[in-house]
């Protein structure tokens, strides 16, 4: 079985500053990739950074960076320079590869909401 | 083909009747999910088709819920004699089998409200 945990249900930040966003997992696959994923007001989850599991370097695109570290299994997610459009859910999601009970079916957290503050 | 298409956006509907809804996947994309999200909650997983084949159920598909991937092309899901604890965000999901480590392309969703 794999899980998704994230503990922070609301987070604000200030227009410009960084911000980063919690995401715990648990799993026996040793091969594993996770997500997030970005769920504004209009309800369309977007796409916003995978990191794999034999990954060397933490995955970064554009303002998006996610802080992988395997030992604690942790996946945060680094807003920088937040934006007023940075608003929404933001939802943690992992997938196993089928190894050791480890599904390839991607599995969701509960999703922090993020206000920006201009 | 400009990503992953579901109709109807908003269905409404009276408790004990049928709804079906509908999603189109990217044409190349072999595989195909359905989740449903509820208020304050993530995406849970309601089933997957690997082309026309429905390869898994999750527990939470009722023997009220069906869904069809007919040629492996466009999909179904009909939900029949409606509950109001059937009321949520349905979203639909696809990738390739081959670039599914690169994030799973998702719909708009169908709101669905039973009253």
């Known amino acids: 079985a794999q899980k998704i945990t994230q503990t922070q249900p609301g987070m604000f930040v200030q227009e410009k500053e960084a911000v980063t966003l919690d995401c715990t997992y648990d799993t026996s696959d040793p091969s594993y990739g996770l997500f997030w994923y970005k769920q504004p007001s209009s309800g369309e989850m977007i796409f916003l950074i995978y990191q794999g599991s034999y990954d060397q370097q933490n995955a970064t695109e554009g303002r998006y960076s996610l802080n992988f570290q395997k030992a604690r299994k942790s996946a945060n997610l680094v807003i920088s320079a937040s934006q007023l459009g940075d608003s929404a859910m933001y939802f943690c999601a992992m997938r196993g590869f089928g190894q050791e009970g480890g599904s390839y079916i991607p599995t969701f957290g509960r999703g922090t909401s993020l206000i920006v503050h201009p | 083909d400009t990503g992953v298409s579901q109709n109807p956006r908003h269905k409404i509907t009276k408790r004990g009747q049928n709804v079906t809804f509908r999603c189109d996947p990217i044409?190349?994309?072999?595989?195909l999910y359905w989740y449903r999200q509820t208020l304050g909650q993530g995406p849970e997983f309601l089933t997957y088709f690997q082309n026309e084949a429905q390869l898994e159920k999750s527990r939470l598909l009722s023997d009220r819920f069906s869904a069809e991937r007919p040629k492996g092309s466009f999909s179904t899901l009909e939900i029949q004699r409606t509950e109001q604890g059937d009321s949520a965000m349905y979203l639909c999901?696809?990738?390739?089998?081959?670039?599914?480590?690169?994030?799973?392309?998702f719909g708009s969703g169908t709101r669905l409200t039973v009253v």
């Open positions: 999901a696809s990738s390739h089998r081959t670039v599914a480590n690169y994030g799973y392309t």
């Open positions: 044409s190349e994309h072999n595989r």
